[in-house]
């Protein structure tokens, strides 16, 4: 079963805006990793938080993370058409276990 | 520093035959990880390696998939025979070592299509 879950499932937004995307997972992690993936292409490591850790920048993303709720969020602020991809979350325990993804397009 | 290879980059087969696909990952990194993702999903683990030991293999289909690490380096992951069920992209990622700080490198991906 996978373990983390990304929402929403799909968003468009114009160039220049934030996006925001949420993962939901079930159990406990030792960390939780968001990666980026192109169309057709491998995966792409964007930023990883340790599970005693709230917030992380890297660039243009934010990431944070409520253990007590067992969710995460990543915020990519003002927005380029090259951002257009599925991003997914993978939570790690004793192994690592993605989502389905969340599909985003930047429109022009 | 060059990337996780894979190849081939796309197959296609009919149910029933054989297929093999090869991974080469970053040089030093001693944790490898082959990955099914089904068409609009995560991506699956299949296989963990440590060096050339097997440390996950719990959601591999042992019946019809195998893979090995000769010498800890290269992997090949192989289906036979295969079923439509298997067309997917198989990805294969490399990490320094396993833990708590790992990043995974992944490759391009080989994408099956079993008719």
């Known amino acids: 079963s996978q373990q983390g879950e990304e929402d929403p499932q799909a968003l468009s937004i114009q160039e220049g805006e934030n996006a925001t995307m949420n993962c939901s997972y079930k159990?406990?992690?030792?960390?939780l990793q968001w990666y980026r993936q192109n169309s057709g292409r491998g995966l792409v490591h964007l930023i990883l938080?340790?599970?005693?850790?709230r917030e992380k920048h890297s660039g243009r993303l934010r990431v944070t993370l409520d253990t007590s709720k067992k969710s995460s969020s990543l915020l990519i602020t003002a927005s380029r058409a090259a951002d257009t991809a599925s991003y997914f979350c993978?939570?790690?325990?004793?192994?690592?276990?993605f989502g389905k993804g969340t599909r985003l397009h930047i429109l022009p | 520093e060059a990337g996780v290879a894979q190849s081939p980059r796309y197959k296609i087969i009919e149910k029933r035959q054989s297929v093999a696909f090869w991974c080469n990952p970053i040089?030093?990194?001693?944790?490898l990880y082959w990955y099914q993702q089904i068409l609009g999903q995560g991506p699956k683990l299949l296989i963990q390696?440590?060096?050339?030991?097997?440390?996950?293999d719990s959601q591999l289909p042992k019946d019809r998939f195998s893979a090995e690490r000769l010498k800890g380096v290269d992997s090949t992951l192989k289906i036979q025979p295969a079923k439509l069920e298997d067309s997917a992209v198989y990805l294969c990622?490399?990490?320094?070592?396993?833990?708590?700080?790992?990043?995974?490198?992944f490759g391009p991906g080989t994408r099956l299509t079993v008719l």
């Open positions: 993978a939570t790690r325990h004793d192994k690592i276990i």
């Open positions: 938080i340790r599970s005693n850790e």
């Open positions: 040089s030093g990194h001693a944790t």
């Open positions: 159990t406990s992690i030792n960390n």
């Open positions: 990622a490399s990490s320094l070592a396993p833990g708590t700080g790992d990043t995974q490198y």
């Open positions: 390696f440590q060096n050339n030991g097997v440390v996950d």
